[in-house]
């Protein structure tokens, strides 16, 4: 069964640049069918999609976050991994990794990790 | 780029039948496929419906979606409504390769 894991530091500075790694186990990141994603949900708000990447590097970007986002990929640890810069308090949010289908499902999901950017 | 419209929230009986809304601004709804996610509190989406109409395995027959060109919008219905089923609930969709989701309706059996 796929899982699923983000890890990264809960708190980042204003300013700094927000580092989050996805880990996927139970099948290949290389796998020809899937996109991975990153999403994100602002506390007590709805979903936002960040962006996607195919394990060739490949990568689609959200375009109001795209000059801030870097999305990218290490098949040899199958896993993959979100940089976001210049964060403010409205980056405070649960990042959450997942899969994407052709169909743009995204399915399955990590469990979420809250960052807080706050000094 | 599009927007998914849904209703903020809305609440139903136990057993009664519930339908959630989520209108496109622009562009056809049926172009792209739309799924729908289920958020319990404290939780991680899950898919309830996939590519329209599809249902996950695991999930119950009372979850239905369909979609409504007319309207421009899709539907999540959901029937003989459980206590369980309380829940906040996300329409999906992409235009091109950007994701776009709803701004999500919470469901309140009571």
């Known amino acids: 069964q796929l899982q699923l894991q983000e890890s990264g530091p809960g708190l980042v500075k204003p300013s700094e640049t927000l580092s989050l790694t996805c880990t996927v186990s139970g099948g290949s990141i290389s796998s020809s069918n899937y996109y991975w994603a990153w999403i994100r949900q602002p506390p007590g708000k709805g979903l936002e999609w960040i962006g996607n990447i195919y394990y060739s590097g490949i990568t689609y970007y959200n375009t109001s976050l795209k000059s801030r986002v870097t999305i990218s990929v290490d098949t040899s640890k199958n896993q993959f991994s979100l940089k976001l810069s210049s964060v403010t308090a409205a980056d405070t949010a649960v990042y959450y990794c997942?899969?994407?289908?052709?169909?743009?499902?995204?399915?399955?999901w990590g469990q979420g990790t809250l960052v807080t950017v706050s000094s | 780029n599009f927007m998914l419209t849904q209703p903020h929230s809305v609440s139903e009986s136990p057993g009664k039948t519930v339908t959630i809304s989520c209108t496109r601004s622009s562009g056809s709804i049926a172009s792209n496929y739309v799924q729908w996610y289920q958020q319990r509190p404290g939780s991680s989406p899950t898919t309830v419906i996939y590519?329209?109409?599809?249902?996950p395995s695991g999930v119950p027959d009372r979850f239905s979606g369909s979609i409504d060109s007319s309207s421009n919008s899709a539907s999540l219905t959901i029937s003989g409504l459980k206590t369980e089923d309380e829940a906040d609930y996300y329409c999906?969709?992409?235009?091109?390769?950007?994701?776009?989701f709803g701004g999500g309706t919470k469901l309140t059996v009571l």
């Open positions: 590519e329209d109409n599809r249902r």
């Open positions: 999906q969709s992409y235009d091109s390769n950007d994701g776009v």
């Open positions: 997942a899969r994407r289908g052709y169909s743009y499902r995204f399915d399955p």
